[in-house]
């Protein structure tokens, strides 16, 4: 009993460093370019949750998911109302060119935009004050697995903060 007991506390203990910020862990990009996946064309269900700022209302929605490389990205919303959004928008084109970059491996033009941060899986990105981003995006958060991503938490520059789940 007390090996089992053992076990439980030395595997939380071992984990607890997967429940921290991102944001507390600057990287270079040379420390974290071979960790992160080569990331192909997929397809996949989504669900996303966006909170906006100053509001109590959570809006969900759900639908498919479509990364053609060096195309884009598209969400086939299906609920709570039908619609289809491809990442071209001013404020989503970077986001799009994000995900490019990231799956091409491109990181130099991440570079001169973003800050990098990692730990355990999870990218972050801020933007550079001098970088067009600024404008609109307070940060990413872009957690992997071995071959896909899995999440992306957006916070736009007014605090509205958007959470997808790609499975």
Same mark, same amino acid.
């Given at each position: 009993?007390?090996?089992?007991? !053992?076990i439980? %506390? $030395?595997?939380?203990?071992? &984990? ?6 991102v944001?507390?862990h600057?990287?270079s990009?040379?420390t ?17 949750e966006k909170t906006?700022?100053?509001s ?6 759900s639908?498919?998911?479509k990364y ?7 969400? +086939? @919303?299906?609920?709570? %109302? ?5 990442? @071209?928008s001013?404020?989503?084109?970077q986001?799009n060119?994000?995900?490019?970059a ?6 130099a033009k991440?570079e001169?935009?973003?800050q990098? +941060?990692?730990?355990?899986?999870t !990218?972050g990105?801020?933007?550079?004050k001098e ?16 071959? $896909?991503i @899995?999440?992306? %938490?957006i916070l736009a520059?007014?605090s509205?903060? &958007?959470v997808i789940?790609?499975?």
């Amino acid at each position: 009993m007390f090996n089992k007991i !053992l076990i439980t %506390i $030395a595997c939380f203990v071992l &984990t607890f460093p997967a429940y921290g910020n991102v944001f507390e862990h600057p990287q270079s990009l040379e420390t974290i370019a071979g960790q992160i996946p080569v990331l192909n064309s997929t397809e996949c269900k989504f669900r996303q949750e966006k909170t906006i700022p100053a509001s109590n209302v959570v809006l969900k929605s759900s639908g498919d998911f479509k990364y053609e490389k060096d195309k884009g990205v598209t969400f +086939y @919303t299906t609920y709570p %109302i039908k619609s289809t959004v491809s990442y @071209t928008s001013k404020e989503y084109k970077q986001i799009n060119n994000i995900i490019n970059a990231i799956s091409n491996k491109a990181y130099a033009k991440l570079e001169k935009d973003f800050q990098f +941060y990692y730990i355990n899986q999870t !990218l972050g990105l801020i933007p550079k004050k001098e970088s067009p981003a600024f404008n609109y995006l307070k940060s990413i958060e872009i957690e992997f697995n071995q071959t $896909a991503i @899995t999440k992306m %938490i957006i916070l736009a520059a007014d605090s509205t903060k &958007t959470v997808i789940w790609f499975q």
